[in-house]
């Protein structure tokens, strides 16, 4: 669809019925190319469109009614009319009959397109040249773009995609808020008083709504106002979105997880990744979804994102996969993010403030190797808050830190040395999933030949004096 005529669909949408596609009770072609405009009727429109142009006021308004009750068959000829006719009246009058004669066409379109129930045709629609590279182009698939193409709110997000992205990207904005509204379901009367009544979102504009985000980049969608950053993954655990993703009974299941596993390898946006972060993981609905690992690695290995969420996501990909995760540890032994101040308290100096200590996540990334490796935190130079038991080693954080930094440089030279005596450890086979997933665990990577390893991270190594 040309991006010049694509607000002519959406006005002319808010004239038609287009909810009511598909259930007319009269037989209609599955095949588009029936839809073409017969030679003889696309002359007739063009003698209308001169006529627009008539020195007689009654024969312009004329010209115009017959043109009105061509409706979408004249369609063509008002589009050469707006880009052709040197005539100021003519190209005005068509611009009035447009709207409409575009939204009867791709009415029309909308109902050769769900009678080809077995995909059998070509069609031209909003999205699904697109849809079909992503999701793909059998039955499963058409069906699924065919359950969401029926709402008059999902064609018209689907008709920007056809005017860049930076239109795509201010509808999903706008899409999101209205759906986030919905789910709170908060109205402010006239007379100021607030009712709640939070309604479930559709399955259709769920899906609808992931498939356009998974093809603009984050950067041209507005952050929604008012309530702060709301994003796909938000929409994504409603329960409508939870029957079809996990019930493999739903009609739609098979295709639904196509497009949620486009969407999850097109997430660009640091804020949507703290969103998604808990759902990748163990217990997440999105664990079994292959894109998840290289997902959970970007988010490990990413700057503008909050260490917590980045020593997360690592405890996920350590837990799930076990030493096949060592090189993404070792690449993150220079990275100073700070994941969290763990607090040691003042004992014996109670009117002075508690003492903290900073953990970053080039720590976190040594305790798991550690972790990997059965070492002890102790052994290291970890200290612990005082009355608490010192593990032999742990998959978290927040009770551990390094009291300065030399302690910190000490650990990774001492690392480095435990290295050059024992060698790369094998990455171990990862976990077989959790039975009934229908998913294989990813392939463990192999270890890169020639990794350096950092010793002593970004500054070189201190001299530690020993003790007298």
Known sequence: MNRRYGVFVLAGAL?????????????????????????????KARLLIQQLGSDSYREREQAQAELAKMGRLARPALLEAMDQHPNPEVRFRASLLLPRASAEDLKARLEAFLADTEARYEHALPGLSRFRKLVGTDVKARNL?????????????LTT??????????????????????????????????????????FADIACLLFVEALVPSKYIPSTPVFGHVGGSMF??????????????????????????????????????????????????????????????????????????????????????????????????????????????????????????????RDFALACMLYLTNQRLADYGFRFPPGQAIPAHQLSYGNYAFDSEQARQAAFVKFGFWLLKNGMPEANTPPTPPSGSGREAPPAPNTPPGIKIPLGGINPPPVIKPDR
């Open 15 to 43: 004239v038609l019925n287009l909810a009511g596609i598909g259930g007319l009770g009269r037989a209609v072609s599955p095949d588009p190319k029936d839809l073409a405009v017969p030679p003889e009727v696309l002359s």
């Open 145 to 157: 773009f065919a359950e969401f193409v029926k709402s008059p709110s999902n064609l018209e997000l």
């Open 161 to 202: 995609l056809e005017q860049g992205d930076a239109a795509a990207g201010r509808a999903i904005a706008d899409r999101r808020y209205l759906l986030f509204a919905q789910m709170q379901g908060q109205r402010i009367l006239p007379n100021g008083h607030i009712i709640h009544e939070p309604r479930q979102i559709s």
């Open 236 to 361: 994504l655990q409603q329960p409508a979105s939870h029957t079809v993703l996990n019930n493999p009974s739903e009609p739609h299941h098979e295709a639904y997880r196509r497009l949620v596993g486009a969407w999850l390898a097109s997430r660009d946006d640091p804020n949507e990744w703290n969103n998604l972060v808990h759902l990748l993981g163990p217990g997440g609905a999105l664990q079994n979804f292959p894109q998840a690992q290289v997902l959970l690695r970007r988010i490990a290995s990413s700057d503008n994102v909050p260490g917590w969420s980045k020593a997360q996501a690592l405890i996920h990909l350590v837990r799930r996969n076990g030493r096949a995760e060592i090189p993404t540890l070792l690449a993150l032994f220079q990275d100073d993010t700070t994941i969290t101040q763990v607090w040691f308290g003042n004992p014996g100096l109670p009117n002075q403030p508690p003492i903290q200590y900073e953990l970053r996540l």
